[in-house]
């Protein structure tokens, strides 16, 4: 056996135990592993010849974990807020559309019992994710778990077609080269939020070493629709920030593309060249013709085919295609597959992620900068308004890219919407636990440190 397999062996037993203890453990090391994707890594015969389904191992730790502890919900948390509600109803318009869809296909009972698994995942992550500590925990596994694919991608692991990252990063949502990217562009906010929280240089060190891989990654895939995630996710960055450092969050973000443009070649240029020439690019005709397919599919199916069956009925509206295909556009592919019902209430749901967090920067703004976390000898700072911010961009540079690619059932996209619901269940702890101070700056300045020292410490548990 491999060491980095025993080494993974090690740590995977120590987690589960951990996180029938902490489920909040349990759920960063599921996160951890949604990037890692043990079975498909080369040192991953132990795993693959177990059978055994690690990410969905951790999840019952946590969810039992979950049961023996069964967190109290404390200052007006909430097991159910809208978001939430929303899920559990998507759930339930895309597991009826098996029924009164067209039929029932492999890919159809895959996407079911994922959304299945997501919704249970989001119920532990919502009853267990209540304070800044338990938030921020998460938050770094994230970043770690990027981390490791950045460091995968420099040391030549994955498919490469022409010199373009095509795949083989992670576990199945980076299974394509738009969907490494689409979570990558999501990433980047958090980076950002990671570095300007963090206490000293090793810590705005790792942020860094990790935007760096992360940016790395995003040219290597050579993706377009990546463009348009990063625009609108640079955008929100900026125009969200208070006007006082808008000026400065403008800069920042051309100096952030003046170095990444350093990271690219003549070959990432010719392709985003295709951009403009759309119609002489046979991938980016042939997507038209897929999203006109899904528009005629909803119109002569308007309760929808059935989750996951866009990839064969696409066949029967395209007779000249001769493979299965998606409709690279997530917003389509759900209007196609769960009828108008179902395309209302994933809207709904996205509306309702971004509220949440529009409500929680204002309960930033009435409260102190910043909060000291302490776990062991590492200090770091919650910021709220950070945070808020973060995911506020990453989320709305994610469903721009997912104009261009299929994530409707892809975990990235789930835990952003449960971390959104989840951060705002953290607010009212922190507007509990916070001293009544003058508020500090909503966001985009830290306090200074003898600001940030006199505020009061959160102990791990």
């Known amino acids: 056996m491999p060491l980095t397999a025993l080494v993974f062996w090690v740590l995977y037993a120590a987690g589960v135990g951990t996180a029938v203890l902490n489920p909040v453990a349990g759920l960063a090391l599921y996160i951890f592993i949604y990037h890692l994707s043990p079975e498909s890594q080369w040192w991953g015969d132990s795993v693959r010849a177990l059978g055994l389904r690690t990410s969905f191992t951790v999840a019952l730790a946590a969810g039992v974990g979950m049961l023996i502890r069964w967190p109290r919900f404390r200052y007006g948390a909430r097991q159910f807020p809208t978001v939430y509600v929303l899920m559990v109803a998507f759930l339930v318009l895309a597991l009826g559309s098996l029924a009164w869809g067209l039929h029932i296909s492999d890919r159809s009972l895959i996407q079911a019992d994922k959304l299945i698994k997501l919704v249970i995942l989001m119920f532990i992550l919502l009853r267990c994710v209540q304070e800044p500590r338990h938030y921020h925990i998460l938050f770094w596994s994230w970043l770690a778990g990027v981390l490791y694919l950045g460091y995968q991608a420099q040391g030549g692991v994955g498919s490469r077609i022409g010199g373009r990252l095509t795949g083989g990063l992670g576990g199945p949502d980076f299974a394509e080269s738009s969907g490494l990217a689409v979570h990558l562009v999501a ?44 625009a609108a996710m640079a955008t929100v960055a900026v125009l969200a920030l208070p006007r006082g450092y808008r000026v400065k969050g403008l800069a920042a973000v051309a100096v952030g593309t003046w170095l990444s443009i350093q990271l690219t070649d003549p070959a990432w240029w010719r392709r985003m060249e295709t951009i403009s020439a759309y119609r002489q690019d046979s991938s980016a005709v042939a997507r038209l013709e897929y999203w006109r397919a899904a528009l005629e599919i909803a119109r002569d199916h308007p309760l929808g085919i059935g989750l996951g069956n866009f990839h064969e009925v696409v066949q029967q509206y395209l007779p000249e295609l001769r493979q299965q295909r998606s409709a690279h556009n997530t917003y389509l592919a759900c209007l196609a597959e769960t009828g108008w019902l179902g395309f209302t209430v994933f809207i709904l749901l996205l509306v309702a992620a971004l509220r949440a967090l529009v409500r929680t920067r204002r309960v930033a703004r009435e409260l102190p900068p910043s909060l000291d976390l302490h776990y062991g000898r590492w200090h770091t700072r919650f910021h709220l308004g950070w945070h808020t911010h973060a995911l506020q961009a ?65 102990q791990p548990t």
């Open 187 to 230: 990433t980047l906010p958090l980076v950002g939020a990671a570095f300007f929280m963090a206490r000293t240089w090793l810590g705005r060190g790792v942020a860094l070493v990790t935007g760096a891989l992360a940016v790395n990654m995003i040219i290597m895939t050579r993706t377009r629709n990546a463009l348009v995630g990063l």
């Open 394 to 458: 990453a989320l709305v540079g994610y469903l721009a890219s997912a104009l261009f690619t299929t994530r409707m059932t892809t975990e990235g996209l789930w835990l952003l919407l449960g971390l959104a619901a989840a951060l705002d269940n953290v607010s009212r702890h922190y507007a509990a636990a916070a001293p009544q101070t003058p508020p500090g700056p909503a966001v985009g300045e830290l306090a200074p440190p003898a600001t940030a020292a006199a505020a009061p410490r959160v």
